[in-house]
């Protein structure tokens, strides 16, 4: 697994912290009820989360797991393995 910094650390809780008060403020499934910007916003997070396989509490795990299943990141998420892995433009000499 991968080593959370403390500086890492303190920025996960605090989206933590942040997601746990949208979702038990407003209700959920989403931080404002409805699926909003503020959860467009998030799921960049949500991506980077799984990657490095941060834990997450019970809600707050459901609610990034809903990000990611939701259709339009499927087809992004989707669209991004199909792109090869290197571009020849971008493959120059430094």
């Known amino acids: ?9 303190a920025d996960i809780d605090r989206i ?3 997601w746990r008060e949208c979702l038990l403020s407003n209700g959920g499934p989403y931080l ?3 699926l909003s910007m503020a959860d467009a916003m998030y799921a960049p ?3 980077r989360f799984k990657t490095y396989d941060v834990k997450l509490d019970k809600e707050c795990a459901a609610y990034a797991q809903r990000i990611l299943a939701w259709p339009l990141m499927v087809e992004w998420t989707e669209a991004a393995k199909a792109e ?4 020849e433009e971008l493959d ?3």
């Open 1 to 9: 697994g991968f080593k959370i910094w403390a500086g890492a650390q």
């Open 32 to 34: 404002y009820g409805e």
């Open 84 to 87: 090869p892995e290197e571009l």
């Open 45 to 47: 997070v949500c991506t």
């Open 16 to 18: 933590v912290t942040i």
């Open 92 to 94: 120059v000499e430094f």
